[in-house]
């Protein structure tokens, strides 16, 4: 009890200390962070040839020294950044994974900041006490095709001892001839994560990797728990309550564990969720502001003041989130009444060309579900579950919908309607009714995990909302989170 005192006054007060020229700094760079937006890349699924011109534009820079240091299994180049005249050496890699991209965007965001003529007088304080080597995308096979792993099929993140991809061999050789002070390891969580026992989501997670099995703390580790401390007060400012800490324990394969062992003080940063923010532009604000933040008390050396018991009040990571979260419904089952919380989620399915998604809803969880929470919670006291019919006439093609009402069919109990020909290459529908093939036999209504949530939700006999393919619609007030409808062949 005296040792959590202890780490809470420690805390406040370090809270304290930020209250002057950092915290001024942080502000600035928060609101004017439009200026410095790189805007030609702003969904999360970026290619390369995306970030290659961003990339080319400073060849030419004289303030920056870019160099090919190394290719992808598909011979996509991989391009190292630089600028800064300091003797500390700070590196920065991301998209390990290519279905991680969010800090990308965040760097290019940063190499703006850099390259333009405002906060002269801070850029000199970083430049002149740091070099700064920004490695934007390592794995960018992975990112062609929106997946985590690369082209051989492995997770180059569990590849730092076999060191068979040549994305890792890159990162293990850029690592080593900069011998860099510092690293940051720049990722992206699910965005079911929460910050642990609260209803939070964990936006931006942090993690001083361990550097054995052990989990001991030396000057190198120490320093990149300190800093964690210091990005954590800066996000509190932005994001209060939605910062996470990941379990430390030891992964011999992985590489910001090993990083940290060969002698970078290694930050693990992971971009998580944040409500009503699904292309994660908000927390890639969020990323730009900590990052630059962090770089500059690494120039000034003001995070050795930082105690190190702070980092342990940083909430853990807990994955309890649904998108959709509807607690305390009536479900009648064989002619009895059953109260019941649904936890739903809604997975992204990629088009054909990874360039953009639709969601396929799923049932995750039923029950009693008072530890979980939802980006969206639903308290349904009083509303009972109905099953959805099928509209009685078959239209004779898509185009044909919009010649009727969804939402009227809806509050009349239908949430099926049937197509004579459906377009085979048509994934997935934008009015909030599920649309069927002529063909396709609705299966006898149940809620259970796994299946597709869409059923109708009714108070005193009057069906005033409906679940469509995962997300709820007022029916007085339709269309206000509503994305996409499935279809059924």
């Known amino acids: ?93 991301s998209q390990m994974h290519g279905d991680e991209p969010t800090a990308t965007q ?20 970083i430049l002149s006490e740091l070099r700064l080597h920004f490695l934007p995308m390592l794995n960018p096979d992975g990112a062609e095709v929106f997946q985590r792993r690369n082209t051989l099929g492995i997770d180059i993140n569990r590849d730092a001892l076999r060191l068979q991809s040549p994305e890792g061999r890159t990162l293990k050789r850029v690592r080593d001839s900069l011998k860099a002070d510092f690293g940051f390891n720049l990722h992206d969580q699910s965005r079911y994560y929460n910050a642990e026992r609260t209803e939070k989501p964990a936006t931006i997670s942090y993690l001083a990797p361990a550097y054995n ?36 324990d030891f992964e011999p394969r992985a590489f910001g564990d090993n990083i940290q062992k060969w002698g970078t003080s290694t930050i693990l940063i992971e971009s998580g969720g944040f409500p009503n923010d699904i292309e994660k532009q908000e927390i890639r604000k969020l990323n730009y502001v900590s ?128 197509i004579e020909k459906i377009n085979p290459e048509l994934l997935f529908s934008k009015i909030p009714i599920n649309l069927i093939s002529k063909n396709y036999v609705v299966p006898e209504f149940i809620i259970k995990p796994g299946l597709n949530p869409t059923f109708l939700l009714s108070k005193n006999g009057q069906i005033e909302k409906a679940v469509i393919n995962g997300f709820l619609i007022d029916l007085k007030k339709p269309g206000s989170s509503f994305t996409n409808a499935m279809i059924f062949r």
């Open 1 to 93: 009890m005296q040792y959590k005192y202890i780490i809470g006054l420690l805390t406040i007060i370090f809270t304290h200390s930020l209250s002057g020229q950092e915290k001024e700094i942080t502000s600035s760079l928060y609101e004017s962070y439009e200026k410095y937006r790189e805007t030609s890349i702003n969904k999360r699924r970026i290619k390369h040839t995306e970030i290659q011109p961003l990339i080319d534009k400073y060849t030419n820079n004289p303030k920056f020294d870019v160099n090919v240091v190394g290719y992808s299994i598909e011979e996509r180049s991989l391009s190292l950044i630089s600028i800064g005249e300091g003797k500390t050496d700070v590196f920065l890699w």
């Open 213 to 248: 099995y052990e989990k001991d703390i030396n000057e190198t580790r120490g320093n990149a728990m300190k800093i964690i401390v210091f990005m954590n007060n800066i996000i509190q400012n932005y994001a209060p309550g939605q910062v996470g800490r990941y379990n430390d």
């Open 106 to 125: 965040a760097i290019f965001d940063i190499l703006n900041f850099f390259d333009s003529n405002d906060f002269q007088k801070e850029k000199q304080a």
């Open 291 to 418: 990052i630059l933040s962090a770089i500059y008390t690494i120039a000034s050396r003001q995070y050795e003041e930082i105690p190190l018991a702070a980092y342990e009040e940083i909430p853990q990571n807990d994955r309890k989130l649904f998108d959709l979260k509807i607690e305390d419904v009536t479900y009648k089952l064989k002619g009895k009444d059953y109260l019941l919380d649904i936890g739903i989620q809604r997975p992204e399915v990629d088009l054909k060309d990874h360039n953009a998604f639709w969601n396929s809803s799923r049932i995750i969880d039923q029950g009693d579900l008072s530890t979980y929470f939802g980006f969206e919670t639903f308290t349904a006291k009083d509303y009972v579950i109905v099953p959805g019919k099928v509209y009685p006439k078959t239209l004779n093609s898509v185009e044909e919908l919009n010649t009727i009402n969804p939402v009227e069919l809806l509050k009349d109990g239908y949430t099926y309607l049937r």
